[in-house]
Antibody, heavy 115, light 111 residues
Framework: QVQMQESGPGLVKPSETLSLTCTVSGDSINSYYWSWIRQPAGKGLEWIGRIYTSGSTNYNPSLKSRVTMSVDTSKKQFSLKLTSVTAADTAVYYC?????????WGQGTLVTVSS | QSVLTQPPSVSGAPGQRVTISCTGSSSNFGAGYDVHWYQQLPGTAPKLLFYVNNNRPSGVPDRFSGSKSGTSASLAITGLQAEDEADYYCQSYDSSLTGWVFGGGTKLTVL
């Protein structure tokens, strides 16, 4: 059973960079796409982007200029960086495995952008 | 405004059947991309309910069924139970946006 756990600061100041890591356990990280998805309080889901274990990436065009993803297969981790954050980036951030559908999800981590 | 359109809410009494619609366009469902459905119980992460239109992961009751036709998809729940009260999201790929898109979500209330 695949398990995923997000980690990172829960509070980020406006204009700074949000950094999160997702650690995968229970299965290999190799040969899959891995995505980040976020959900503002009381709102719907927004796909942020995905990374393959080769390092190939696809980003949501609306966030592309601010997003960078990376993967460390030896640690079974992949990461998200979102620059120049504003209050609009406050949300629960989920990592998910993405072979097509999002079949396994982390529990989510709340990131609040505030000074 | 979401690329995939869902009703904000639906409701039904225990034992009844409800359906949740998901309307797309020629750049997602109409282009042949699959629909996937998720259930999000209050305070938890979304859970995959259906993948590739009508395939159910193990553990999902057969009271749930999915379908897709043209530029629309739907999720049906029969024998409604109190535990089904949750938010439901459809999801697909959109070739115009070159990315994965979700519906706005539908809140199911069991009366």
């Amino acid at each position: 059973q695949v398990q995923m756990q997000e980690s990172g600061p829960g509070l980020v100041k406006p204009s700074e960079t949000l950094s999160l890591t997702c650690t995968v356990s229970g299965d290999s990280i190799n040969s899959y796409y891995w995505s980040w998805i976020r959900q503002p309080a009381g709102k719907g889901l927004e796909w942020i982007g995905r990374i393959y274990t080769s390092g190939s990436t696809n980003y949501n065009p609306s966030l592309k200029s601010r997003v960078t993803m990376s993967v460390d297969t030896s640690k079974k981790q992949f990461s998200l960086k979102l620059t120049s954050v504003t209050a609009a980036d406050t949300a629960v951030y989920y990592c998910a495995r993405n072979p097509g559908a999002f079949d396994y999800w982390g529990q989510g981590t709340l990131v609040t952008v505030s000074s | 405004q979401s690329v995939l359109t869902q009703p904000p809410s639906v409701s039904g009494a225990p034992g009844q059947r409800v359906t949740i619609s998901c309307t797309g366009s020629s750049s997602n469902f109409g282009a042949g991309y699959d629909v996937h459905w998720y259930q999000q119980l209050p305070g938890t992460a979304p859970k995959l309910l259906f993948y590739v239109n009508n395939n159910r992961p193990s553990g999902v009751p057969d009271r749930f069924s999915g379908s897709k036709s043209g530029t629309s998809a739907s999720l049906a729940i029969t024998g409604l139970q109190a535990e089904d009260e949750a938010d439901y999201y459809c999801q697909s790929y959109d070739s115009s946006l070159t990315g994965w898109v979700f519906g706005g979500g539908t809140k199911l209330t069991v009366l």
